[in-house]
């Protein structure tokens, strides 16, 4: 791979963006996201290679946390070497995310939402990316032995100290969301961006999270809208030996692809008769939701991202075909 990086000229054509709840921000309908493939173990010029083939493609926002990896921490180290070696002159271009919430270092203080924790957590990030500041900091998860005035104080006190522009919480409940944008909004910063899980396998967001962030004037970007790979022709027929599935370690269980294959095969058919792949199927199903700003897609490979980037403009559902899902999902 050449070293001199150039992006492609007609990147902010090949994707739509749209604005993020009722902020200024515009986010591409598909966002990268570096949970998996990017840590220390993996191989760096594949991770290198997939952020710039993305940039490439319009995909300007890149999705990180502390403890991705692994190990912890190791896939800013990567995201940093490639903004020094490719992305760098180009960051004014880019919104570049992080989170603090899990488990990253020994003792009291390496987890959850104090604001030692958030507040020393983000320093280490920025050092690690070699970054001045992040676009969005999110709080990854709620503490449920933290107030939610410190948790949400420190995300506070990292966009007033200008180490971050927005705010955003993840994993949060719709009623502990509206109590996070209310104490935000009386420190003067709006609460930008949600990012939950969801896909066609689990809805959870549906009854009230989703009408709360529309209310509140919040935007969304689900994870796993692909459901760790099970939304992929990768388990229609079997658990392949080499899959996340198959890994003992990991979140993907065994048992729940088991469970879920009936409805895979289901709605792969269903995306066959509309043109798409299961995952460009699975990916437009949630783009439909008018909460919905941006997707988050992981990848292994540049393909995957091609794939994936060529539904970010296809057709919505016809009412037939949003009842067979419904019905294949039962």
Known sequence: MSDSYRAASDRYSKIPYERCGRSGLKLPRLSLGLWHNFGGVDAFENGRGMCRAAFDMGITHFDLANNYGPPPGSAEETFGKIMDLDLGPHRDELV????????????PYGEWGSRKYLLSSLDQSLERMGLEYVDIFYSHRPDPDTPLEETMGALATAVHGGKALYAGVSNYPADMTREAHAILE??????LIHQPKYNLLERWVEPELLPALTELGIGCIPFSPLAQGQLTPRYLKSIPADSR????????????VEA???KIVALAAIAEQRGQTLAQMALTWVLRQPAVTTVLIGASSVAQIEENVACAASAGFSDEELKAIDVACA
Request: negative net charge; aromatic residues 10%; charged residues 20%.
């Open 96 to 107: 570049i995310s992080t989170k603090a919430g899990y488990h990253m270092w020994d003792g």
């Open 186 to 191: 009386e420190m003067g910063i709006p609460l």
């Open 245 to 256: 599935a198959a890994r003992e370690s990991g979140f993907l269980q065994l048992a729940e």
């Open 260 to 262: 879920n294959q009936s």
